[in-house]
């Protein structure tokens, strides 16, 4: 991928618009802020609690474009009318490989995001960019796994049209408790 790929979610009269791009060595600040919530805390991995950490993930998402296999995405909201846009989220597809037919999504909202369809719409606009960018690379079939007790991420991969596939036994100390298994593939 030569060029940056951003991709934009329209606004409704209830949701900002959302454009989803690269993440940036200037989202440290942000990141580091939205990462203090407790919730994300529990959920997301690797925890970040500075500076230097939020460098150092933003870095290891700029090597997975830069490899072509994980490609990560900072979730703004914009304001109509406004230039100022805030973190939302993550969205990330990885695992990506020529003539592999599966790939894993990932997401993460801030606090403040949560609620509103951020995570569902950000993640349906990464599901349809990835299928569209690498189908013709034999890519068949998303995967999304969340911890079982993760109730609002079961809820997004249900509207994002992810099908429930089977419970997965923990695996610590990553995924420390069983998860469900969602599917989506190229035809849904």
């Known amino acids: ?90 969205v990330v597809l990885k695992e990506v490989t020529s003539g592999k037919p599966v790939a894993e999504v990932g997401y993460w909202t801030a606090a403040h995001a949560r609620g509103r369809g951020v995570a569902s719409r950000a993640l349906e606009a990464l599901t349809s960019w990835a299928f569209e960018t690498f189908e013709a690379d034999g890519l068949e079939r998303l995967e999304l796994r969340h911890q079982v007790d993760n109730l609002a991420s079961c809820r997004v991969a249900q509207k994002s049209h992810y099908d429930f596939d089977t419970i997965l036994p923990a695996a610590p100390p990553a995924f420390p ?12």
């Open 177 to 188: 408790r069983d998860g469900h298994l969602h599917i989506r593939r190229t035809s849904a």
């Open 1 to 90: 991928m030569s060029a940056p790929v951003v991709l934009q979610v329209a606004g409704s009269p209830v949701s900002p618009a959302l454009v989803l791009r690269p993440w940036r060595m200037e989202d440290v600040a942000a990141l580091v802020e939205v990462s203090r919530d407790p919730a994300l805390r529990r959920w997301a991995s690797p925890v970040v609690d500075n500076d230097a950490d939020g460098a150092r993930w933003v870095q290891a998402q700029q090597r997975g474009w830069a490899a072509g296999d994980r490609f990560g995405f900072a979730v703004l909201e914009t304001q109509s009318g406004s230039v100022r846009e805030q973190l939302a989220g993550n």
